[in-house]
């Protein structure tokens, strides 16, 4: 399941409805402009927080901090 979020705590992976791209946000980089993606409103979280739920859900790893 994704849940929306407005704001970055409490849960490790972000996804971008928009890109369908998700984050890790105990590695954030610069580029993965996670802010941009809260207070646009397109920023999810996952049930379970995990990347296997994220893949599940059709997001691709971000390639700055998923490396
Ligand atoms: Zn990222």
Redesign the pocket.
Known sequence: MAINVNSRFGFRFLGDLKSKIY??LYN??HD?KVNQIIISGNGVRFEPDNEEQAEKEGFSK?S???N
């Open positions: 984050h890790d954030e980089k993965c971000c700055n901090c998923m």
